[in-house]
């Protein structure tokens, strides 16, 4: 998901939400409201309307809901809800601060729907990503999703790693952290092949398996993790 995306996602709500209002809509008042092109309104319609949507169009009038219909309440899974909550630490660091704070905004409201065994991960994963300040957008990984719900519900995992002098290993791991930086994520975990707490780059994680058994949570901040370790990373 790139930053435009991710700009796209409050606006798209926040257009859905007005056209339950009943009101008819344009695109020109659409995209003043929003700051946007009168063309990237009509990518927006067309997009709600492939998602579902039963918008109606009137030529030369503007745009309005099918008469009855309404939203049905959303529910998130688990993994679209942590999608949400790494998107919104990716662009806590961006320079457009009205941005930050409509996202975070779309992010609270996100929360609110969540069940509350869902809704306490989330916030248990929020508190284990930490995003360097100058991240590149480039970061890339196959296995952020899993790792995620790996962390959330205190699962081992099993990994065959590559490190830098291009040695596999088998790994059976516990999940605690998640960093981004330098184009490259970087899951922390305490692997029980060292019996120690290492670093894993998640591009070079050949194979993720999550397991069934669980591990006790560990007592430390993702802060308190790098003071004490992050000067001897396994990557």
Same mark, same amino acid.
């Given at each position: 998901? *790139?930053?435009?995306?991710?700009k796209r996602?409050?606006?798209?709500?926040?257009?859905?939400?007005?056209?339950?209002?009943?009101?008819?809509?344009?695109? #020109?008042?659409?995209?003043?409201?929003?700051?946007?092109?009168?063309?990237?309104?009509?990518?927006?319609?067309?997009?709600?309307?492939?998602?579902?949507?039963?918008?109606?169009? =009137?030529?030369?009038?503007?745009?309005?809901?099918?008469?009855?219909?309404?939203?049905?309440?959303?529910?998130?899974?688990?993994?679209?809800? %942590?999608?949400?909550?790494?998107?919104?630490?990716?662009?806590?660091?961006?320079k @457009?601060?009205?941005?930050?704070?409509?996202?975070s905004?779309?992010?609270?409201?996100?929360?609110a729907?969540?069940?509350?065994?869902?809704?306490?991960?989330? %916030?248990?994963l929020? =508190?284990?990503?930490?995003?360097?300040?100058?991240?590149? =957008?480039?970061?890339?990984?196959?296995?952020?999703?899993?790792?995620?719900?790996?962390?959330? %519900?205190?699962?081992?995992?099993?990994?065959?790693?590559? %490190?830098?002098?291009?040695k596999?290993?088998?790994?059976?791991?516990?999940?605690?952290?998640?960093?981004?930086?330098?184009?490259?994520?970087?899951?922390?975990?305490?692997?029980?092949l060292? *019996?120690?707490?290492?670093?894993?780059?998640?591009?070079?994680?050949?194979?993720?398996?999550?397991? @069934? =058994?669980?591990?006790?949570?560990?007592?430390?901040?993702?802060?308190?993790?790098?003071?004490?370790?992050?000067? #001897?990373?396994?990557?």
């Amino acid at each position: 998901m *790139n930053e435009n995306d991710i700009k796209r996602i409050p606006r798209l709500i926040a257009i859905l939400t007005q056209l339950q209002t009943k009101r008819l809509l344009t695109a #020109t008042g659409l995209a003043d409201k929003h700051g946007v092109s009168v063309r990237t309104i009509y990518r927006d319609i067309r997009a709600l309307e492939e998602a579902g949507i039963p918008i109606i169009t =009137e030529e030369g009038k503007g745009y309005s809901l099918f008469d009855g219909y309404r939203v049905p309440p959303v529910m998130f899974t688990e993994s679209e809800a %942590n999608a949400m909550i790494t998107a919104e630490q990716l662009i806590s660091e961006s320079k @457009d601060v009205s941005f930050v704070k409509e996202f975070s905004s779309v992010v609270t409201k996100v929360k609110a729907v969540l069940r509350y065994p869902v809704k306490d991960k989330v %916030n248990l994963l929020g =508190e284990r990503i930490l995003i360097k300040k100058n991240y590149k =957008e480039e970061l890339s990984s196959k296995y952020l999703s899993l790792v995620q719900l790996a962390i959330t %519900n205190l699962q081992l995992a099993q990994i065959v790693y590559v %490190n830098g002098l291009n040695k596999a290993s088998n790994r059976i791991i516990e999940p605690f952290a998640l960093y981004a930086g330098d184009e490259k994520w970087i899951l922390f975990a305490y692997c029980r092949l060292r *019996n120690d707490f290492r670093a894993f780059r998640l591009d070079r994680i050949q194979t993720l398996a999550i397991l @069934d =058994e669980k591990f006790q949570p560990h007592a430390m901040t993702i802060v308190e993790f790098l003071a004490k370790y992050y000067d #001897t990373p396994d990557i």
